[in-house]
């Protein structure tokens, strides 16, 4: 069982960029399929950015593609996004979400509690 602690969240002004960390504690997140979602208020959370367990696969919304990059450090087991020219509709709490199936089928799904992302007009 993995446990998932997001970090790097707090208030940018419109523009600038922020890097989000998901630190990995218990497994290795390269076990796990791995991605980005967000919560702002009032709304549902919505999928921002994915990454495959092999890192050769990266997906986006369409609201964040050109402007947020998913990636992994293996060697410090997190998976990160990077998020510029961050615009003011991008505030919301970001959420660090994990997969694994084992040979089962079985799948088993982790989150994160979430940090916070304000972005100022």
């Known amino acids: 069982q993995v446990q998932l602690v997001e970090s790097g969240g707090g208030l940018v002004q419109a523009g600038g960029s922020l890097r989000l960390v998901c630190g990995g504690s218990g497994e290795p997140l390269n076990s796990y399929d791995m991605s980005w979602y967000r919560q702002a208020p009032g709304k549902e959370r919505e999928f921002v950015a994915a990454?495959?367990?092999?890192?050769?696969?990266?997906s986006y919304a369409n609201s964040v593609k050109g402007r947020f990059t998913v990636s992994r450090n293996i060697a410090k087991n997190t998976v990160d996004l990077q998020m510029d020219n961050l615009k003011p509709e991008d505030t919301a709490i970001y959420y660090c979400?994990?997969?694994?199936?084992?040979?089962?089928?079985?799948?088993?799904?982790?989150w994160g509690r979430g940090t916070q992302v304000t972005v100022s007009s």
């Open positions: 979400h994990a997969v694994y199936e084992d040979s089962w089928g079985t799948e088993y799904t982790y």
């Open positions: 990454i495959g367990w092999s890192a050769n696969s990266a």
